[in-house]
């Protein structure tokens, strides 16, 4: 569980943080931050395999649940990802920065944002391939190929 302080967002205020090359495999794992989830910067590598990320932050600045930076790649596998439905931020489950890639092969992952205009669900220039997954807002532009999304109410399910 990592609780950070709060000020401008950076990959310091991330409950999990792998940078300078490292790759880190989480299994099993409930993440609780008052910052942001995972992130992998400077080249690393996390591999996320379960059970949750949870972020509860009275910033209104970006947030986000994993992210990729400075050639960091990220792959999550499974998982259950959310906030805290009080706060009020401009955020996203995934930012992925130019020059990263993020791999969703399954997980849930709810609505995009309780702030007005922030409904993407995932930002950034970098690579994002979903294979897989249920989602609380619309993935279909990084859905891979040869993969069906399905639409029930507000839900979109990958498979």
């Not at 999550?76 to 969703?104: C, E, L, M, Q």
């Not at 859905?143 to 399905?150: D, H, N, Q, S």
């Amino acid at each position: 569980t990592g609780h950070m302080k709060e000020h401008a967002m950076v990959a310091s205020d991330y409950a999990v943080k792998a940078f300078n090359k490292t790759e880190v495999t989480i299994n099993d794992v409930d993440l609780d931050s008052l910052g942001g989830g995972v992130a992998a910067t400077g080249g690393s590598k996390v591999i996320f395999n379960g059970e949750s990320v949870y972020v509860d932050s009275a910033a209104t600045s970006g947030r986000y649940i994993f992210y990729a930076a400075s050639a960091g790649e990220i792959v999550i596998n499974a998982g259950t990802f959310s906030w805290d439905p009080n706060d009020n931020n401009k955020r996203a489950y995934v930012y992925a920065d130019a020059g990263t890639k993020v791999t969703i092969n399954g997980g849930t992952f709810g609505k995009a944002s309780t702030r007005s205009g922030y409904t993407a669900g995932i930002l950034g220039d970098g690579e994002v391939i979903i294979n897989g997954g249920t989602f609380g807002f619309n993935p279909t532009k990084w859905v891979a190929a040869g993969r069906t999304v399905t639409k029930v109410d507000s839900t979109w399910t990958v498979q």
